[in-house]
């Protein structure tokens, strides 16, 4: 790239006019822009021409996204967990024999001294990421011809020196005269979250100014400023400065130091040089970058008594929750208690009710009528029924948590909310209540549309094509273990992007040998002095997908886990409670993940997880849709997934075209043995049973990160690495169970 600055308005070409001047923006999709052109991220225009960094957009007032209370309550409960578990991950490498500061973990602005100080709402802007502002970056330039190199701090520089990029105005010692420039596509970076241009000098502490200092910037031998890059090497590591003028290379190869760290280590730095090294990469490298983003199922109005739940310090209405969802329930009350506390809440009519259908019992069963009398003592323990469902419920029942659950609820913490099973049950309540149990008017199109009782928008026009479909339909489901299968047609998601880091998407890393603190960095001010959190609503189509559970729990014991939990398909308890019991907290970023016995908890939701990968590739094969552009949510407790088109473009229908069209054959894809191999032959069956070539699916798809995924839960094979009990032993599959191996 020639950098000619004059042919861009935007661009001044003095000091002045460089402060006057408004950032320029551009246009791309908002969850593009809130994530990989987040501020922070290199990139580069159509073309491959020119290098720039994401700013915040600087415009005066800031573009405040149009999210509900509700909504910003459930954002900041995010924010604080997620900043809380990145804090504690980094901050545990702080030993007395190697000492981490609180600052190298993470932003200083959420920070007080070295404890964690969480920004409130009144300091963040909720900003709906429509415009991104950019400037050019790295301002380093090289000549192709004679290797000249020249290094500026801003654009106004590069504008004024202009005469220098001419052909045959070249400042090189060969004086070719047809010298080429090009922006330097190379960056240093640091898990410190700084990145600087590549410069001939070096970081280093100074004990004279108890400061940092850029060491090197002329030739140690004769004093030039006047650089040569030499890039021969294939590897850009081994690449180096050399001077212009007597050709001195101070360094075998170029090396940096992250400013930052430099500043931490102070006269220390020169004992732990290696912490403090910078990595030279492409800009265009993935590690130069990473967003840190959050999602979560919105609430809808009705629902915001759900939402209370997860509040801190609200343990007891959760447990109550759980009970009564997962059938942990005490003695109903009395015919007497019931009446009392009906006519005290004046329910009055209730109450009517009950008597008059107690006073038609009383008649049939006194004419013995006992047909009639059947029916009547349906009627009446449905109207109960309905008293103690509703929400909130008008009568209520003591429920009886066990100590296992009444455990797991006080050490909450030691999830993270994107895997806590208790918020993942409370999501899928409010899901089920918004989209999967909600009723519509007849005529008009369901917010959810079974796949074996469609609506008039998905089904055949003949009604005996339907009736067909439909049974096939639920032939397959039973072959494919399901219990609930169907089209969410608005699937109603809040992401929202909150911070970067670099070199690694997690808090903590290995490096040279040791591991290091990876620091989560906010991201910069707005023009109103606070921190933008960009945030992407989005209600797309999804598919919701729900096991039968007396085919998980075959499964299980099949498999044979170590902590099986009794269960009785005929009780009042439902598998998901039983599930709940067992659950373990995997950490945020896996780091509590590490192999051990053969656990039901683990294995749910590997089986659940690879179950929706699956999915997703099938359904990207059917629909049209690339992989990338499909999100997954499970509910491990609920023996659940949601399975959604991820975009903030125009819904093109894909996944009801999908059913729309292809319909059981997509189901019966499912099944047959091709979709369970790896596409790499049998590479990965002997390590862990996934593979980017077979079940792995894009980690911005991913919701767990690839992990706990295995081939063999679905159609068997060896166990999968996590479990020691069965290491290098076959398990049977899901699917194998389900149908007695005839698949």
Not at 325 to 338: C, L, N, R, V
Not at 513 to 529: A, D, I, S, T, W
Request: neutral net charge; glycine residues 8%.
């Amino acid at each position: 790239m020639r950098p000619d600055m004059s042919k861009n308005n935007n661009f001044a070409n003095d000091e002045e006019d460089q402060r006057q001047i408004r950032t320029p923006s551009m246009s791309r999709s908002r969850n593009q822009l809130a994530a990989a052109y987040a501020p922070g991220s290199f990139f580069t225009f159509e073309g491959g021409l020119g290098a720039c960094i994401s700013i915040p957009d600087q415009s005066p007032t800031v573009d405040e996204a149009q999210i509900s209370e509700p909504t910003r309550e459930q954002i900041m409960l995010r924010l604080r967990e997620a900043w809380q578990s990145w804090f504690t991950r980094a901050y545990d490498l702080n030993t007395g024999e190697r000492h981490i500061e609180a600052r190298q973990c993470i932003d200083e602005m959420l920070l007080r001294e070295n404890a964690l100080s969480p920004l409130g709402a009144s300091h963040i802007s909720f900003v709906n990421p429509l415009k991104m502002g950019y400037a050019p970056a790295p301002l380093t330039f090289v000549c192709n011809t004679c290797g000249m190199f020249k290094g500026y701090d801003s654009v106004a520089e590069v504008a004024k020196d202009q005469h220098t990029f001419k052909p045959d105005n070249c400042p090189g010692p060969t004086k070719l005269k047809r010298c080429k420039w090009r922006q330097l596509d190379v960056i240093f970076v640091h898990w410190s979250g700084e990145w600087m241009p590549a410069t001939p000098g070096m970081w280093e502490w100074s004990t004279k100014t108890s400061d940092k200092a850029l060491v090197g910037k002329q030739c140690a031998s004769c004093g030039s400023r006047d650089f040569i890059l030499r890039t021969d090497s294939p590897r850009i590591g081994e690449w180096g400065f050399e001077c212009a003028s007597c050709g001195h290379r101070e360094r075998a190869s170029w090396l940096q130091n992250d400013p930052f760290t430099t500043e931490v280590f102070r006269e220390n730095g020169g004992r732990r040089v290696g912490e403090r090294r910078m990595e030279p990469i492409s800009y265009r490298a993935s590690s130069a970058f990473y967003a840190q983003a959050e999602q979560f199922i919105i609430f809808s109005e009705r629902d915001q008594n759900l939402l209370g739940l997860l509040a801190e310090q609200n343990e007891q209405a959760l447990g109550s929750f759980v009970a009564g969802k997962y059938g942990f329930g005490g003695a109903e009350p009395t015919s007497d208690e019931m009446k009392t506390i009906l006519l005290q809440g004046g329910h009055d009519t209730e109450w009517e009710s009950h008597e008059s259908i107690s006073g038609m019992l009383d008649l049939a069963q006194k004419l013995g009528d006992t047909k009639m009398a059947s029916t009547i003592q349906m009627e009446q323990r449905k109207l109960i029924r309905r008293w103690l469902d509703s929400d909130p419920p008008l009568i209520p029942v003591k429920n009886e948590l066990p100590a296992t659950l009444k455990s797991l609820i006080q050490r909450r913490s030691e999830f993270s909310s994107r895997y806590d099973p208790f918020v993942l049950a409370v999501e899928h309540e409010a899901l089920m209540r918004s989209k999967v149990s909600r009723t519509s008017a007849d005529g008009a199109r369901a917010p959810f549309v079974r796949f074996y009782r469609l609506d008039q928008d998905l089904a055949p026009k003949n009604e005996q094509d339907k009736k067909a479909q439909e049974d096939k339909t639920l032939d397959l489901m039973d072959k494919l273990g399901l219990a609930e299968l169907g089209l969410i047609r608005e699937f109603e998601l809040c992401r929202f992007t909150h911070g970067y880091s670099r070199v690694n998407p997690s808090p903590v890393m290995e490096k040279r040998g040791q591991m290091v603190p990876v620091r989560l960095r906010l991201f910069e001010l707005l023009k109103n002095n606070k921190r933008p959190v960009y945030v992407v609503n989005q209600a797309n189509e999804a598919i919701h997908v729900s096991l039968r559970p007396e085919n998980v729990y075959t499964w299980l014991k099949a498999v044979g886990v170590t902590d099986l939990p009794d269960w009785d398909p005929n009780g009042t308890v439902k598998l998901g409670g039983r599930i709940l019991e067992t659950a373990e907290p995997f950490g945020r970023y896996f780091s509590h993940l590490h192999p051990g016995d053969a656990s039901t908890y683990r294995y749910v939701y590997t089986l659940l997880h690879s179950y929706a990968h699956l999915f997703m590739k099938a359904v990207a094969e059917f629909s049209g849709l690339d992989l990338g552009s499909l999100g997954e949510y499970l509910f491990p407790a609920d023996l659940s997934f949601v399975i959604y088109r991820n975009g903030t473009t125009m819904d093109l229908g894909n996944l009801s075209s999908l059913w729309r069209n292809e319909n059981n054959r997509f189901l019966a894809h499912l099944l047959e043995p091709a979709s369970h191999r790896c596409n790499s032959g049998s590479l990965c069956d002997f390590g862990g049973g996934a593979c980017p070539d077979c079940i792995m699916v894009p980690e911005t798809s991913c919701v767990a990160q690839n992990q706990l995924l295995s081939r063999a839960v679905l159609r068997g094979g060896l166990s999968p690495r996590e479990d020691l009990t069965h290491k290098d032993q076959r398990i049977p599959g899901f699917l194998e169970v389900v149908n007695g191996s005839n698949i």
